[in-house]
């Protein structure tokens, strides 16, 4: 009862947030539109479907009470009165069968509004403050988040307007036609040796109790299992899925390395867990199957069994009529009292994806609080440079990585920071930007300064080349001359009239070298012209004489601009006014300390 309660906790609290939304929102309609607050607009849905789960129910006892009146006039061959129930049974199942079409159309309406609000909602919180970069440093079981945003939460939203529905109607279908089987019980003569079963109140409904209180016991007992496996084949799928994605980005370096054996070991591998876990999924369906089948199909036959003697007890004058009135209302009773039966596996399903969807937000709500911890600070200044004396970049585990002693970078010079691979160069740039929440003291940085770094492999968004070069702003607000004469200075000149093509579809990534990726990324800084400008090896997959003829444009565009860069080649140093070399320690930090001027020679 503990765990249910919480689950139920789990699921309120990601599903009453939407039904709280005051924003406005918009209901279209062919000839006119209403706007209201989006609650309202979730609420009426809502209680709009659970209207016509009352219209429902009420057409199911008027039906119920059909099956009396229809079988009785086959008894008695009374043709007026079968003619006159055939009509009714029109006036009934019409209404019926529009509430139903109704519905659905409605709880699709909900879904799609309920879904774009939690995604949106989701989707601002992964990319709020860059959790979806501290995720992978501080958070763990937060595997996809892709297929968490984009499967789950449709998945979430299904299984719970399902279950609720489903529940809602059937305390009003059990409360309905227990009514009418506990007063047909009291007219049902029933004696098993002498005892006359009607002396128990209601007993039909007992013993529609308790037929589903046994097979709810059985299909539990079953298929309990489920909930594991629907949770882990979510994580093996989308692992799956991961594999193949992660080769279509890296194609050229494996066809260069010529690694498609090894790739496929890694496909099979992945495959493998996935097919081991859906065999036994497969293995506890089959046996759930065997007892929901035995047990539905058994619910056909059960109450004809049980009220068969009465009807052909010796002077017995029941009707046929009442017998099928008692057998469909019964039928009815014990259906909706094995509401588990009938649910558990989507049960199974919602539990499973309701894990993964408040693991993803347990690790965000991490995320968040690792921002605030403290770590390396940003403080505004008012001087032209960055300065740190004392700042410690750390490891996510706390251990030191670079200790900052008497680090000054001013606006308007050129320093480059050089140094054995794994000392920290990268964490240091990291720590800059404001993304690294790992370590202690200050960094200084001037008030409003704008802080730009170009990592090596030049990241390039899906859409057109403007919008690359623009990136993260919009692409309207450069001048379309100004992106014409930078993208002609930086060597791309063959791309000025290809600025807006979309012929070859939307990926520039897969078009570009990776010295044109970097190209495009060092056209990108001299559009947004920032303050401080940190490359870390951003030309590396450039020959010498075009790296070096891109750092004279850099200089000769952004003159004000701190330049601050990483790298190995020793031809950089020319590049640059002053130069930083990390000293490794053993057994301790890295040393970043004051740059020294660049030795003539």
């Given at each position: 009862?503990?765990?249910?309660?919480?689950?139920?906790?789990?699921?309120?609290?990601?599903?009453?947030?939407?039904?709280?939304?005051?924003?406005?929102?918009?209901?279209?309609?062919?000839?006119?539109?209403?706007?209201?607050?989006?609650?309202?607009?979730?609420?009426?849905?809502?209680?709009?479907?659970?209207?016509?789960?009352?219209?429902?129910?009420?057409?199911?006892?008027?039906?119920?009470?059909?099956?009396?009146?229809?079988?009785?006039?086959?008894?008695?061959?009374?043709?007026?009165?079968?003619?006159?129930?055939?009509?009714?049974?029109?006036?009934?199942?019409?209404?019926?069968?529009?509430?139903?079409?109704?519905?659905?159309?409605?709880?699709?309406?909900?879904?799609?509004?309920?879904?774009?609000?939690?995604?949106?909602?989701?989707?601002?919180?992964?990319?709020?403050?860059?959790?979806?970069?501290?995720?992978?440093?501080?958070?763990?079981?937060?595997?996809?988040?892709?297929?968490?945003?984009?499967?789950?939460?449709?998945?979430?939203?299904?299984?719970?307007?399902?279950?609720?529905?489903?529940?809602?109607?059937?305390?009003?279908?059990?409360?309905?036609?227990?009514?009418?089987?506990?007063?047909?019980?009291?007219?049902?003569?029933?004696?098993?040796?002498?005892?006359?079963?009607?002396?128990?109140?209601?007993?039909?409904?007992?013993?529609?109790?308790?037929?589903?209180?046994?097979?709810?016991?059985?299909?539990?007992?079953?298929?309990?299992?489920?909930?594991?496996?629907?949770?882990?084949?979510?994580?093996?799928?989308?692992?799956?899925?991961?594999?193949?994605?992660?080769?279509?980005?890296?194609?050229?370096?494996?066809?260069?390395?010529?690694?498609?054996?090894?790739?496929?070991?890694?496909?099979?591998?992945?495959?493998?867990?996935?097919?081991?876990?859906?065999?036994?999924?497969?293995?506890?369906?089959?046996?759930?199957?065997?007892?929901?089948?035995?047990?539905?199909?058994?619910?056909?036959?059960?109450?004809?069994?049980?009220?068969?003697?009465?009807?052909?007890?010796?002077?017995?004058?029941?009707?046929?009529?009442?017998?099928?009135?008692?057998?469909?209302?019964?039928?009815?009773?014990?259906?909706?009292?094995?509401?588990?039966?009938?649910?558990?596996?989507?049960?199974?399903?919602?539990?499973?994806?309701?894990?993964?969807?408040?693991?993803?937000?347990?690790?965000?709500?991490?995320?968040?609080?690792?921002?605030?911890?403290?770590?390396?600070?940003?403080?505004?200044?008012?001087?032209?440079?960055?300065?740190?004396?004392?700042?410690?970049?750390?490891?996510?585990?706390?251990?030191?990585?670079?200790?900052?002693?008497?680090?000054?970078?001013?606006?308007?010079?050129?320093?480059?920071?050089?140094?054995?691979?794994?000392?920290?160069?990268?964490?240091?740039?990291?720590?800059?930007?404001?993304?690294?929440?790992?370590?202690?003291?200050?960094?200084?940085?001037?008030?409003?300064?704008?802080?730009?770094?170009?990592?090596?492999?030049?990241?390039?968004?899906?859409?057109?080349?403007?919008?690359?070069?623009?990136?993260?702003?919009?692409?309207?607000?450069?001048?379309?001359?100004?992106?014409?004469?930078?993208?002609?200075?930086?060597?791309?000149?063959?791309?000025?009239?290809?600025?807006?093509?979309?012929?070859?579809?939307?990926?520039?990534?897969?078009?570009?070298?990776?010295?044109?990726?970097?190209?495009?990324?060092?056209?990108?800084?001299?559009?947004?012209?920032?303050?401080?400008?940190?490359?870390?090896?951003?030309?590396?997959?450039?020959?010498?004489?075009?790296?070096?003829?891109?750092?004279?444009?850099?200089?000769?565009?952004?003159?004000?601009?701190a330049i601050i860069s990483i790298g190995h080649r020793s031809s950089l140093k020319g590049l640059h006014d002053e130069f930083v070399e990390l000293r490794k320690q053993e057994g301790g930090p890295s040393i970043l300390g004051a740059a020294a001027p660049v030795p003539i020679g």
């Amino acid at each position: 009862m503990k765990a249910l309660l919480a689950t139920l906790a789990l699921a309120w609290r990601l599903a009453v947030p939407y039904f709280k939304e005051k924003r406005q929102g918009e209901l279209v309609f062919r000839w006119f539109k209403i706007r209201m607050q989006e609650r309202w607009i979730g609420l009426g849905f809502l209680g709009l479907i659970l209207g016509l789960n009352v219209a429902q129910v009420y057409l199911n006892v008027w039906f119920n009470s059909w099956y009396n009146t229809f079988y009785t006039a086959m008894q008695d061959r009374n043709g007026p009165a079968f003619s006159a129930q055939l009509v009714l049974w029109c006036v009934i199942v019409a209404p019926l069968i529009a509430s139903f079409v109704i519905e659905v159309y409605l709880t699709n309406w909900l879904r799609i509004r309920w879904r774009d609000w939690m995604t949106e909602h989701f989707v601002n919180r992964w990319m709020s403050n860059a959790n979806y970069y501290r995720l992978s440093q501080v958070a763990s079981g937060t595997d996809n988040p892709d297929q968490r945003i984009a499967e789950d939460i449709r998945d979430f939203i299904t299984y719970t307007l399902t279950i609720f529905v489903q529940i809602f109607n059937t305390v009003l279908t059990l409360f309905a036609f227990t009514m009418v089987l506990w007063a047909i019980s009291a007219d049902f003569p029933y004696s098993i040796g002498g005892f006359n079963l009607a002396s128990i109140p209601g007993y039909l409904v007992w013993a529609a109790a308790l037929y589903s209180i046994i097979g709810t016991y059985f299909t539990h007992v079953t298929g309990r299992k489920l909930i594991t496996l629907r949770f882990r084949q979510q994580h093996v799928e989308a692992d799956f899925r991961f594999a193949m994605m992660r080769l279509r980005e890296n194609a050229e370096e494996v066809a260069l390395l010529k690694g498609e054996e090894p790739e496929k070991r890694v496909f099979k591998s992945a495959f493998e867990r996935l097919k081991d876990n859906f065999y036994e999924i497969m293995d506890v369906t089959r046996n759930l199957n065997i007892v929901t089948n035995f047990y539905g199909n058994l619910s056909v036959i059960f109450p004809l069994v049980m009220l068969a003697p009465a009807y052909f007890a010796a002077g017995s004058t029941m009707q046929l009529g009442v017998m099928m009135q008692a057998s469909q209302a019964f039928d009815k009773v014990q259906n909706n009292f094995s509401i588990f039966v009938s649910l558990y596996d989507t049960i199974a399903n919602w539990k499973a994806v309701l894990d993964r969807l408040t693991t993803f937000e347990r690790a965000m709500s991490e995320a968040e609080a690792s921002a605030s911890r403290p770590g390396v600070a940003l403080k505004p200044s008012r001087g032209d440079a960055i300065t740190a004396d004392g700042a410690v970049v750390s490891l996510p585990d706390g251990r030191p990585l670079v200790r900052l002693d008497n680090a000054a970078f001013e606006r308007g010079k050129a320093v480059l920071i050089s140094g054995p691979s794994g000392a920290g160069k990268t964490s240091v740039f990291r720590a800059l930007a404001g993304i690294w929440p790992f370590g202690s003291g200050d960094l200084s940085i001037p008030e409003d300064a704008r802080v730009m770094v170009l990592p090596q492999t030049a990241y390039l968004p899906l859409g057109t080349l403007r919008e690359a070069l623009a990136y993260p702003n919009p692409a309207e607000m450069q001048d379309d001359a100004k992106v014409r004469d930078v993208l002609a200075a930086v060597g791309l000149g063959a791309f000025a009239n290809r600025l807006d093509d979309l012929s070859e579809g939307p990926n520039l990534a897969s078009r570009l070298s990776g010295g044109e990726q970097q190209r495009v990324a060092i056209a990108r800084a001299i559009l947004a012209e920032p303050d401080f400008l940190l490359l870390d090896e951003a030309t590396a997959s450039l020959d010498e004489a075009s790296e070096a003829s891109l750092y004279r444009l850099l200089r000769e565009r952004l003159p004000k601009a701190a330049i601050i860069s990483i790298g190995h080649r020793s031809s950089l140093k020319g590049l640059h006014d002053e130069f930083v070399e990390l000293r490794k320690q053993e057994g301790g930090p890295s040393i970043l300390g004051a740059a020294a001027p660049v030795p003539i020679g």
